[in-house]
């Protein structure tokens, strides 16, 4: 990463979960960070360890407004945008703006810096797939006026917006389409299958599992994630790229393996499932294992493993 030293990233959503350990990666690697979050559902506890390290500046913006930052910048990262399922249906109009006006705030600070735009596009591009896995050729099988849409076609927007001023004006562009990921920083709130399987695990109380627990995830640690973003990023790939582990589990799986680590043995609870909520998510990486030479290196019960001090400090410090 020795491409990254002494260069400038502007991050949109710096202080979300994903986003603060791009941060908090690319400070590591000498990068001067301009950190943008409105802070709607990122947390400035997630990027406290990096107040008053040279080059890190946070500034408290929406980015769906005219977006400036003074001198050179390299690149542009965008990261902003509510992205678990509590959020979006909590914020549907706010989704809809950020994944298409904070893309165009975002390419049109690109385009005048003559920097290289990054999208954190998402597997929800997919839908529920009638494809498994999913190659960066598929299209997509996604209901556009489910309530989940909002955030399906924000993105998908997103990515033809990039493309388009790929296109247009010859900008650098790179597009990751993210799958699910896990680790510290992650909202106990969020409404995701590990902090609430977690939560549940530590509380002593059933595990909540949607439907009969057979539908899959990829479950990638963060990482392995934010090494296969940055590689993308200095990479010259425009097209969209998979970044996410090709090891398909179910949530009774899940649920399951959660227990272990934690060290418990609660029974399962089941309820309905979500609208438009995906049968089967598994990326096909063939891609970035070709061109990035990336793939997931830390196993789920692993990351997990890692992963648990984080929930017992979020919770400890709720009790």
Known sequence: MDELRDSHAVVLGGAGFLGSHLCARLVSAGASVTCIDNFITGRPTNIEHLVGKPGFTIIDYDVTDYIHVSGPVDYVINFASPASPVDYLRWPIHTLKVGAMGTHK????????????????????????????????????????????????????AEALSLAYQREHGLSVRIARIFNTYGPHMRVDDGRAIPAFFQAALQGRPLPVHGDGTQTRSLCFVKDLIEGILR??????????????????????????VQEVVGVGSRIEFHPRP????????????????????????????????????????FDSRS
């Not at 990479?235 to 649920?255: C, R």
Request: hydrophobic share 35%.
């Open 106 to 157: 975002g390419l049109g600070l690109a385009l005048a810096k003559s920097a290289t735009f990054l999208l954190a596009s998402t597997s929800e591009v997919y839908g529920d797939p009638l494809v498994n896995p999913q190659p960066e050729a598929y299209w997509g099988n996604v209901n556009p006026i489910g309530p989940r849409g909002v955030y399906d076609e924000a993105k998908r927007y």
């Open 232 to 257: 993308l990023l200095l990479s010259d790939h425009h097209g969209p790229m998979n970044i996410g582990n090709p090891q398909e589990v179910s949530m009774l799986e899940l649920a399951d393996t």
């Open 275 to 314: 609208i438009d909520d995906p049968q089967v998510r598994c990326p096909d990486t063939t891609l970035a294992g070709e061109v990035l030479g990336w793939k997931p290196e830390i196993p789920l019960h692993e990351g997990l493993r890692l992963t648990l001090p984080w929930f017992q400090r979020e």
